[in-house]
């Protein structure tokens, strides 16, 4: 069973850049495809981005497409989210995930193929 803890966010200005990290411990992280999804009070959870097991497959969401890089790595079991030119509508809580896949090149794109949450860590950005 993994376990996954949200680092990185913050309170940043429309513009910004901004980092999350997300540590994973309790084995198999590499058996595991990992996504970043996020939620603001209210709505449902959003597709954010997800990694195969290889890093030789990514997807991002519509919403971020373009802004966002995903990236992982197998040997410290963590994996990193790259935001870029930050909008308002980016404010909202970030949560890692983890979905086991058979396929080292499957990316997971609903919620419901996650198996691991972390907690999520805040993003806010100001206007």
């Known amino acids: 069973q993994l376990h996954l803890v949200e680092s990185g966010g913050r309170l940043v200005q429309a513009g910004a850049s901004l980092r999350l990290s997300c540590a994973a411990s309790?084995?198999?992280?590499?058996?595991?495809?990992m996504g970043w999804f996020r939620q603001v009070p209210g709505k449902e959870r959003e597709f954010v981005a997800s990694?195969?097991?290889?890093?030789?497959?990514?997807d991002y969401g519509d919403s971020v497409k373009g802004r966002c890089t995903i990236s992982r790595d197998n040997y410290k079991d963590s994996v990193d989210l790259q935001l870029n030119n930050l909008k308002p509508e980016d404010t909202a809580v970030y949560y890692c995930?983890?979905?086991?896949?058979?396929?080292?090149?499957?990316?997971?794109?609903?919620?419901?193929?996650?198996?691991?949450w972390g907690r999520g860590t805040q993003v806010s950005v100001s206007s």
């Open positions: 990694i195969s097991r290889n890093s030789g497959a990514v």
């Open positions: 309790g084995g198999g992280f590499s058996l595991h495809a």
């Open positions: 995930a983890a979905g086991r896949t058979g396929s080292v090149l499957t990316v997971l794109v609903v919620s419901t193929a996650y198996h691991f």
